[in-house]
């Protein structure tokens, strides 16, 4: 199997900045996309950031400028860098990635199990 474990959520005020981590473990044979969703409440879930493995990135448009994603391969880990944060991206943010778990040409998709970000004075 294979745990998506994310770092680094908290409560922070408009203007601010935090930064994420999930780090990917188990059995893994590759990693290709790696992203972060968020989901506010009674709200869907939304993609905010993904990066592939041939590091081609894209954006929801509400944080484009704002957030920076990138991954470490040799750590198995994704990187969330917001600035700027607003009210409105106050939301439980979800780590994903799609992994292939052995030599065989399957991939499956694993969630993380959400940290909250708080953006509020």
């Known amino acids: 199997q294979v745990q998506l474990v994310e770092s680094g959520g908290g409560l922070v005020q408009p203007g601010g900045s935090l930064r994420l981590s999930c780090a990917a473990s188990?059995?893994?044979?590759?990693?290709?996309?790696m992203g972060w969703y968020r989901q506010a409440p009674e709200k869907q879930r939304e993609l905010v950031a993904r990066?592939?493995?041939?590091?081609?990135?894209n954006y929801a448009d509400s944080v484009k400028g704002r957030f920076t994603i990138s991954r470490d391969n040799a750590k198995n880990t994704v990187y969330l860098q917001m600035n700027s944060l607003k009210p409105e991206d106050t939301a439980v943010y979800y780590c994903n990635a799609i992994v292939q778990t052995s030599s065989l040409p399957n991939w499956y998709n694993y969630w993380g199990q959400g940290t909250q970000v708080t953006v509020s004075s």
């Open positions: 188990g059995r893994i044979f590759g990693i290709n996309a």
């Open positions: 990066v592939t493995s041939g590091e081609t990135t």
